[in-house]
């Protein structure tokens, strides 16, 4: 399978503890990207990775949430002390800097968070 | 917050008709691009207009976009029971090389067989 891949695809948690995906991209891009979509609505920009430099952080970006790609591969997204807001669908991307004009991005199928 | 707004929110059609939605944004563009996701899933892209392009075709998809009017427009022709899935415009607004799309809220079509 040479799409982008995330784990889990579901994921139920009590308020208060914490979480971690993981993405997957397509060997060969450089770059990752980080969505949130709630229900209804369009997915909204979290955070960008080329390679292992974190570029930007949306403001949707709290202090409870962190991202790494560390060597450039995969990437985790970490939320920290869940609230029932976080409730999403969290999705990966991933493009070729050389690319991405062309063809846009890759998405995974999503991670669906559920805190309770 | 959502650059691009489609209309309508949902939509409605017989197999073989044409399916036409349309997006409009707020701020000038680099590119605009559309994308399809079917439910519970993730995002497939369909199709990228640069804003010195005016249309563009992929197969039965026809894309077209008017930066004066600050919308574009996406055009299934022929539709089939499985174009059933939300289309989402995303435009890429960012100067440079920095890359953000910021996405719509869609529009859901459903093709009835």
């Known amino acids: 399978d040479t799409g982008v891949s995330q784990d889990p695809r579901h994921k139920i948690t009590k308020r208060g503890q914490n979480v971690t995906f993981r993405c997957d991209p397509i060997s060969e891009h450089n770059r990752l990207y980080w969505y949130r979509q709630t229900l209804g609505q369009g997915p909204e920009f979290l955070t960008y990775?080329?390679?292992?430099?974190?570029?930007?952080k949306s403001r949707l970006l709290s202090d409870r949430f962190s991202a790494e790609r560390p060597k450039g591969s995969f990437s985790t997204l970490e939320i920290q002390r869940t609230e029932q807001g976080d409730s999403a669908m969290y999705l990966c991307?991933?493009?070729?800097?050389?690319?991405?004009?062309?063809?846009?991005?890759?998405f995974g199928s999503g991670t669906r968070l559920t805190v309770v | 917050s959502q650059q691009g707004e489609e209309d309508p929110q949902a939509l409605s059609i017989q197999e073989g008709e044409n399916a036409t939605m349309n997006c409009s944004y707020k701020t000038s563009i680099n590119n605009l691009q559309w994308y399809r996701q079917n439910s519970g899933r993730g995002l497939v892209h369909l199709i990228l207009?640069?804003?010195?392009?005016r249309e563009k075709h992929s197969g039965r998809l026809r894309v077209t976009l008017d930066t004066s009017k600050k919308s574009s427009s996406l055009l299934i022709t022929a539709s089939r029971a499985a174009d059933t899935a939300s289309y989402f415009c995303?435009?890429?607004?960012?100067?440079?090389?920095?890359?953000?799309?910021?996405f719509g809220s869609g529009t859901q079509l459903t093709v009835l067989p």
């Open positions: 207009i640069r804003s010195n392009e």
């Open positions: 991307a991933s493009s070729h800097l050389d690319r991405e004009l062309n063809y846009g991005y890759t």
């Open positions: 995303a435009t890429d607004a960012r100067p440079g090389s920095a890359r953000q799309l910021t």
């Open positions: 990775f080329q390679n292992e430099a974190q570029l930007e």
